[in-house]
C-alpha cells in the first residue's frame, strides 16, 4: 500500500503562485510514475503533469509555461509549482502515484485563484 498526503493549496490572486507538495509513504519502492490531476467543479478529472522515476516529464498545454513538476525520489515527494495562476486553474489538485499493479492517489487539495 501507498500513501500520499497534499499539501501547498489556498486561495491566491490571479498572477500569483502556490507550490503543491505530496509525500509517498508506505511501499514506496513500487512507486514508478507519480503525478498531478486536477477536478474542477462540473468537470471531469484531468492530467495536469506527470514525471516519472528517472525524472522524465509530461504536461498539459494549458500549465506549458507556468506549471513545473519535480521530484524528490531521496523524499519519496513530488511537487507541483505553479506560477501565473490563472482564475481556470481553479480545482481540487489531487496527487497519485502509479505503483506495480495499481495506482494511488491523494485526498486532494483546494486550489483558488481569484480574478
Known amino acids: 500500500q501507498v500513501q500520499l498526503v497534499e499539501s501547498g493549496g489556498g486561495l491566491v490572486q490571479a498572477g500569483g503562485s502556490l507550490r503543491l507538495s505530496c509525500a509517498a509513504s508506505g511501499s514506496v519502492f513500487s512507486i514508478n510514475d507519480m503525478g498531478w490531476y486536477r477536478q474542477a467543479p462540473g468537470k471531469q478529472r484531468e492530467l495536469v503533469a506527470t514525471?516519472?522515476?528517472?525524472?522524465?516529464?509530461n504536461s498539459a498545454d494549458s500549465v506549458k509555461g507556468r506549471f513545473t513538476i519535480s521530484r524528490d525520489n531521496a523524499k519519496n515527494t513530488v511537487y507541483l509549482q505553479m506560477n501565473s495562476l490563472k482564475p481556470e486553474d481553479t480545482a481540487v489538485y489531487y496527487c497519485?502515484?502509479?505503483?506495480?499493479?495499481?495506482?494511488?492517489w491523494g485526498q486532494g487539495t483546494q486550489v483558488t485563484v481569484s480574478s
Open positions: 514525471i516519472s522515476k528517472g525524472g522524465s516529464t
Open positions: 497519485n502515484a502509479d505503483a506495480l499493479t495499481r495506482r494511488y
